[in-house]
């Protein structure tokens, strides 16, 4: 309630353009919602995690774009409706060059210049931050539930061996699917999840190997010099939040570590309200503020 007793307003959906476009528009296009504002204070390139495409994270848009930050959610080759082989990808890079396409575009399209972020949830995030190391140069990075570590991994021995067999066994799919459990405390989240005919929910062996590569091989914290914000679960029990939180404070430049109790692996599902006051807190204090000059453009 406000001070006179009166309902407070919910934010205005005035001017929020929700739309979605294919790019490139010929062959091997990729998909991106878009939720565009007038007079933006800011922007922001989002990436899904596994299994989901960019549908479920619409109205974690919404709320952003009330506060005046446009946002871009693309669907990553191989999931929702961009093109690829449902859940298998040949190398890690093929993620970062999409994102970084995708990224000129977003940017190019903008009406005026402003801070430009990138950010993801789990898969998404380790793409972004991968991204961020070299790829492009944001203004700000914004992990939720970044799939630095996980709890599950495979001994070095074996690791080595797939990687070095994976033109053979890549494309091996397995009997079950992806398990949703962890993911959500809500279960008509997890239902949606499983009835979406747009959901991937079997990877192959190369996406693990190259999963699990790029966690050990390429991820450099360190080179991102830009400000960023991580936000994880204390109860994930998919993320390894300690390993990949104490990683991000040894190595992140100019980096901000957040935790939230009450969630468990999916933050935007299971925390939206806490998520989205912890960014703009930290978009106002650190993007914003400092944002005297124009935007780095890569």
Request: glycine share 6%.
């Amino acid at each position: 309630m406000s001070g006179d007793g009166s309902r407070p307003r919910a934010p205005s959906m005035d001017n929020i353009v929700v739309h979605a476009h294919y790019f490139p528009a010929a062959r091997q296009s990729l998909y991106i919602r878009t939720i565009d504002v007038p007079h933006p204070v800011g922007e922001i390139l989002f990436l899904h995690a596994s299994a989901v495409h960019s549908d479920f994270y619409v109205p974690l848009a919404i709320r952003l774009a009330q506060a005046k930050i446009r946002v871009w959610l693309p669907d990553l080759r191989g999931h929702g409706r961009s093109f690829g082989v449902r859940g298998h990808i040949r190398s890690f890079d093929d993620y970062v060059h999409d994102t970084t396409r995708v990224w000129h575009h977003f940017r190019d399209t903008a009406p005026y210049p402003v801070p430009t972020l990138i950010g993801g949830e789990s898969l998404g995030g380790l793409i972004a931050c991968i991204a961020a190391q070299h790829a492009i140069q944001p203004d700000g990075v914004f992990l939720t539930s970044p799939a630095l570590a996980l709890h599950f991994d495979w001994p070095p021995m074996a690791t080595r061996l797939l990687w070095r067999f994976q033109h053979l066994v890549g494309r091996v799919h397995p009997l079950l699917p992806l398990p949703l459990r962890g993911v959500t405390h809500h279960p008509q989240i997890t239902d949606l999840i499983t009835r979406d005919p747009l959901t991937t929910r079997y990877y192959t062996l190369a996406f693990l190997i190259q999963l699990l590569h790029t966690q050990h091989r390429q991820l450099r914290p360190e080179q991102i010099s830009c400000p960023s914000l991580a936000i994880f679960s204390n109860e994930d029990p998919i993320i390894d939040a300690v390993k990949s939180s104490t990683l991000l404070a040894e190595t992140l430049l100019n980096g901000q570590i957040q935790f939230e109790h009450g969630a468990q692996h999916s933050l935007v599902a299971d925390a939206p309200d806490r998520l989205v006051a912890a960014f703009l807190n930290w978009y106002h204090q650190h993007i914003l503020v400092h944002h005297g000059c124009p935007p780095n453009r890569a």
